[in-house]
């Protein structure tokens, strides 16, 4: 497992891939666009000095170098919201990539059900028996307590109450709760029945074994999985005596399996065989044979209420739930019908018909099936592969060590923190404090929240930016000169600092898990993004351009005022404009101007900062800017205002036909 683990490596988040991929085509257009700008005032008798200083302005203005400390910032404010719903994010990155999980691998017992196991049913000598029914005999009672109560590593005390108090494993611990409601107690019967060595649970046998002294001589005691146990068992015991397992009885005891397993009971198959003397080895092959089948005891794990609803939410959100266990085919099946996640029954595979499947072919077919039964930890890398070569991004929990590769395989690797060992922990990407399926669910919303703060961020920085490589381009094109180096530095500074960062505080918007997610390939340009970020730079670059010369007709041989005009605009339209993308399609209007009041904050800030360089004097001088009177600053902010309502208009176009 070691091994394996650490031949998989490190894979690049969706985020981080998509962020490279921005930084690659936005870098080569900002130098092509740099270099044609300093060619063109050349050609047009500009100094080289001049021209050489305003494209690489326009480049580091166009580059925007606040993105990945607004992403770090929103990435860490997600990982403090996510930890008070008890997911514990383990790697920054992962925050994101929830947000974009289409697939949900859950392991059933604790997860999706309350991992609160009770006995409901015993079957024995061709009966069964409700647990609940104290007073009805049990047949060879005896044994079948001895291997519940002796092959178990459970720890028994006495509460302060004097009350019975169970540490271990839920399954093993219904075991001990339901013997000693029959009278038998675990602490006696160890003093009667000495432990002398054991074969532990492996999930690719399904069974546990001790060998315990009778008195007598020893006895192997077995539980397991009633398809493993069965294959070993050559003897029934009915009377008190070990009888040949035929054909017709091993039918009987399929049939009430099947029954219980009906009835969403986990089932568990109990077996022993007498020794005259200890092995030399312990091992499965030579102890776990011959056995005599002593009887079934099924067992209710009931669904979390809360997992009910989110599988649902999954379901409105475009997230496939993907169920996985090691129980009985039957069970899964009446859980996973509960709680929504198959209608058909085709819909479910066990580990044995999936060993059958090609990988191939099982990558076409994986999204037939919604529930696994029977499998073992080696399925769950084979079913996480299967997903993300159909470019999905995966989710698998798990919480034993032997699950440590799958989740390592997937996209988000969910650890358990209760039941989870520390090897699962360690190659996790995020752990649930309360082992709950909802969780899963809560952390997506906000790693959406986090997917869509960012992606707002990126639109406002980049439309912004776009905003000023159009003005510079198109005024340079036409032999103007409206805006110096400094002047673009400064506009920069502020609006990619203090709006940018206030995104991080965005609230989700209420539609946020009705939304389908995308696939793990998809461009960070796609559903509408990149067409935002053209309009909406070209939109505020005409605005600026149209109030620069605007002003040089009204001020005919002012072109420092002018100038300046189309400064004060370029600085306050981009703040204006932070507004609109707090949605990428819902109206600002809906949303409320006062909802994030931290944005406020920063564009006042930001709107005092650019509005200082004109109204101190000392200033002035610094960035060769002009004074304004009172209708100039009007101009300024009827050009400034007015993005917001043509965005509005472009919004509802967009809502209204497409």
Excluded at 24 to 29: F, H, M, N, P
Excluded at 273 to 282: A, G, K, S
Excluded at 341 to 348: L, P, W, Y
Aim: charged share 25%; proline share 3%; aromatic share 6%.
């Amino acid at each position: 497992i070691a091994g394996y683990i650490s031949q998989w490596g490190e894979e690049e988040t969706p985020l981080v891939r998509k962020l490279a991929g921005i930084s690659k085509y936005l870098s080569a257009a900002v130098g092509i666009i740099a270099v044609i700008i300093f060619a063109a005032g050349v050609v047009q008798g500009r100094p080289y000095f001049e021209m050489f200083l305003t494209s690489v302005s326009l480049a580091v203005a166009a580059i925007p170098e606040g993105l990945p400390a607004v992403v770090t910032i929103v990435l860490a404010l997600g990982v403090q919201r996510m930890a008070k719903r008890n997911a514990i994010i383990r790697r920054l990155p992962a925050v994101e990539t929830l947000g974009g999980t289409n697939i949900i691998c859950s392991d059933k017992t604790g997860t999706l059900t309350q991992n609160k196991m009770t006995v409901k049913e015993v079957y024995a000598g061709g009966k069964l028996i409700p647990a609940d029914e104290k007073e009805k005999a049990v047949p060879d009672e005896e044994t079948l307590m001895q291997i519940m109560v002796l092959c178990n590593d459970s720890k028994v005390s006495s509460a302060g109450n004097g009350a019975l108090k169970v540490m271990g494993d839920p399954t093993e611990t219904a075991l001990i709760y339901y013997a000693h409601s029959r009278g038998y107690k675990k602490d006696e019967m160890e003093k009667r029945m000495e432990r002398r060595g054991e074969i532990p649970f492996e999930s690719e046998r399904k069974l546990m074994s001790t060998v315990n002294s009778t008195g007598k001589g020893l006895r192997i005691l077995t539980k397991g999985a009633v398809d493993m146990l069965l294959d070993r068992c050559s003897h029934i015991l009915e009377g008190g005596q070990a009888k040949e397992f035929t054909e017709e009885r091993r039918a009987e005891v399929l049939e009430a399996n099947g029954q219980m397993a009906k009835k969403a009971l986990r089932v568990l198959a109990l077996a022993y065989r007498d020794l005259d003397e200890m092995p030399l080895e312990l091992e499965s092959r030579e102890c776990e044979k011959d056995l005599v089948f002593t009887g079934l005891v099924g067992m209710i794990d009931p669904p979390r209420e809360e997992a009910k609803e989110a599988v649902r939410i999954c379901e409105e959100a475009g997230i496939r739930p993907i169920m996985i266990t090691g129980d009985h085919r039957d069970t899964a099946e009446a859980i996973a019908r509960e709680l929504g996640i198959m209608t058909r029954e085709d819909q479910i595979i066990t580990g044995s018909e999936l060993d059958k499947i090609p990988d191939e072919e099982f990558e076409k077919r994986v999204s037939d099936y919604s529930v696994y039964a029977r499998v073992s930890p080696v399925h769950k890398v084979k079913i996480v592969k299967a997903w993300k070569n159909k470019g999905m991004v995966v989710a698998m929990t798990g919480d034993g060590v032997n699950d440590a590769p799958a989740l390592k395989a997937a996209d988000i690797g969910i650890g358990m923190g209760i039941t989870g060992t520390d090897v699962a922990k360690g190659v996790s990407d995020m752990i649930l404090a309360d082992d709950n399926f909802a969780t899963i669910v809560a952390a997506v919303e906000e790693g959406r929240k986090v997917y869509s703060n960012i992606k707002k961020t990126v639109q406002f920085l980049l439309s912004a930016n776009m905003c000023e490589v159009v003005t510079l381009f198109v005024a340079t094109m036409f032999n103007g000169k409206i805006l110096s180096p400094v002047h673009i530095l400064w506009i920069n500074l502020v609006t990619d600092t203090f709006p940018a960062l206030a995104f991080s505080f965005e609230r989700a918007e209420k539609d946020i898990m009705k939304q389908k997610p995308g696939k793990d390939k998809d461009s960070f340009f796609a559903r509408g993004v990149g067409a935002g970020i053209i309009y909406q730079g070209l939109l505020q670059g005409a605005l600026v351009l149209g109030t620069y010369y605007l002003a040089r007709r009204l001020y005919p041989g002012q072109d420092l005022l002018a100038s300046t005009i189309a400064f004060m605009t370029l600085g306050l339209i981009q703040l204006a404009h932070s507004f609109n993308v707090r949605s990428l399609k819902n109206s600002v209007f809906r949303l409320g101007f006062l909802t994030n009041p931290q944005l406020i904050a920063g564009v006042a800030v930001s709107v005092l900062l650019q509005v200082s360089v004109v109204g101190l004097p000392f200033l002035n001088r610094i960035f060769e800017v002009a004074r304004l009177n009172l209708w100039q600053w009007l101009m300024v902010l009827a050009a400034s205002l007015l993005i917001i309502p043509l965005v509005e208009l472009a919004k509802f176009i967009h809502r209204k036909f497409f």
